[in-house]
Each structure stands twice: as structure tokens, then as C-alpha cells.
Antibody, heavy 118, light 107 residues
Framework: QVQLQQWGAGLLKPSETLSLTCGVY????????WSWIRQPPGKGLEWIGE???????NYNPSLKSRVTMLLDTPKKQFSLKLSSVTAADTAVYYC????????????WGQGTLVTVSS | DIQMTQSPSSLSASVGDRVTITCRAS??????LAWYQQKPGKVPKLLIY???TLQSGVPSRFSGSGSGTDFTLTISSLQPEDVATYYC?????????FGQGTKVEIK
């Protein structure tokens, strides 16, 4: 049974860097896309980007200049960094894994509310 | 980038009704389309991928259809536990954009 558990700071000041990590428990680490999605309060889902098992990344063009995703295969973890945050980055952030042979997101972390406030 | 547009943005229907939600892509995405259900305060859940393949464990009252630019999610008989917001997502290529969501309520 695949489980994703995420952690990171929940309160940031403007201009700081958001940093979240997602640990993978159960299942293989290879052969999947590992993604980050966010959801501002009361709004819809926004795809942030993804990293695959070989470390290749794809980012949302609207966030590309501020996003970095990394993979730590031995620890079975992947991470998100978003620099220069503003209040507009306040959201619940989710990590997720694709289902086999597709990029549809079949496994999700529990979500982390990140609030940006001075 | 390809845009995903869902309609309606919200709907209210009675228990037992057939409910249909539409998702339209601004360009051809073949069948690289997924549907998610998000209940209030909960994590999104994958219902359907490849436009019409039901994810394991999802009730058979949910079905998906379509290809190219026009897709449909159907709930054949709406149940109280189906109250949620439903999102489509295209995944043929990055960015893997979501639709804006359709909120389903019970009348």
C-alpha cells in the first residue's frame, strides 16, 4: 500500500522560501512521476510541477522561475522549494504520485497548509 | 498552453438523478484526461483516468467518456456521499492543467 506523508513549515514571511518534503512509504520509487499541487483557500487545484525517477522535471510556466524540485532516492523522498513567496502563495500544498503507466495522480499526501503573512 | 474548461461550475440535483459534468480542452489531448473528486476538507481522489478507465475501488455509478477535446463525467444515480467538487485534469504533456472544478450539491 503506497502512502505519501509530507512535512514542512506552515507559516512563512513574504520573500522567504517555502520548503516541503514528501516521504514515500510502500511501493517502488522508480517509474513514476512525483508531483506537487496546491490549492488556495476556497479555490481550485493548481499543478505546480513534477519530477520523475531519473530527476527530470517539468514546472508550471507561471511558477517556473521560483520552483525547484529534487529527488532523494535512497531516502524515498522528494521535495519542493518555492522562493520569494508572497501572500498569493498561501495554499494547501499536496504531494502526489502517478498511477502506473499514466501521469494521472492516484496517490496523494495529506496536504500542508502554508500561510504567508508578515 | 492548453486550457481546461469545465461546465457547469456548480449544480444541484436530487438523490437518484443522473448528473453530467463536461470538460473541454482547448486543443486535442487524445484520451489523456483524468477526473478527481474532492469532498469538503479532504484530499482529492482519482476517479477516472484515460478518459474512461475507472480507478480501482470507485463505484460503478461513475463513468467517463470522450476523446480529443470534449469529455464527460457521469454519475448515473447521485448519492448523498457524492457531494463534492469534481476536477478534470489533462496529462498528455506538461503543464498538466486542472479544470476550475464543478461543485455538486444535493437538492
Amino acid at each position: 500500500q503506497v502512502q505519501l506523508q509530507q512535512w514542512g513549515a506552515g507559516l512563512l514571511k513574504p520573500s522567504e522560501t517555502l520548503s516541503l518534503t514528501c516521504g514515500v512509504y510502500g511501493g517502488s520509487f522508480s517509474g513514476y512521476y512525483w508531483s506537487w499541487i496546491r490549492q488556495p483557500p476556497g479555490k481550485g487545484l493548481e499543478w505546480i510541477g513534477e519530477i520523475n525517477h531519473s530527476g527530470s522535471t517539468n514546472y508550471n510556466p507561471s511558477l517556473k522561475s521560483r520552483v525547484t524540485m529534487l529527488l532523494d532516492t535512497p531516502k524515498k523522498q522528494f521535495s519542493l522549494k518555492l522562493s520569494s513567496v508572497t501572500a498569493a502563495d498561501t495554499a494547501v500544498y499536496y504531494c502526489a504520485r502517478s498511477v502506473a503507466a499514466t501521469s494521472a495522480l492516484g496517490y496523494w499526501g495529506q496536504g500542508t497548509l502554508v500561510t504567508v503573512s508578515s | 498552453d492548453i486550457q481546461m474548461t469545465q461546465s457547469p461550475s456548480s449544480l444541484s440535483a436530487s438523490v437518484g438523478d443522473r448528473v453530467t459534468i463536461t470538460c473541454r480542452a482547448s486543443q486535442d489531448i487524445s484520451n489523456y484526461l483524468a477526473w478527481y473528486q474532492q469532498k469538503p476538507g479532504k484530499v482529492p481522489k482519482l476517479l477516472i483516468y484515460a478518459a474512461s478507465t475507472l480507478q480501482s475501488g470507485v463505484p460503478s455509478r461513475f463513468s467517463g467518456s470522450g476523446s480529443g477535446t470534449d469529455f464527460t463525467l457521469t454519475i448515473s444515480s447521485l448519492q448523498p456521499e457524492d457531494v463534492a467538487t469534481y476536477y478534470c485534469q489533462k496529462y498528455n504533456s506538461a503543464p498538466r492543467t486542472f479544470g476550475q472544478g464543478t461543485k455538486v450539491e444535493i437538492k
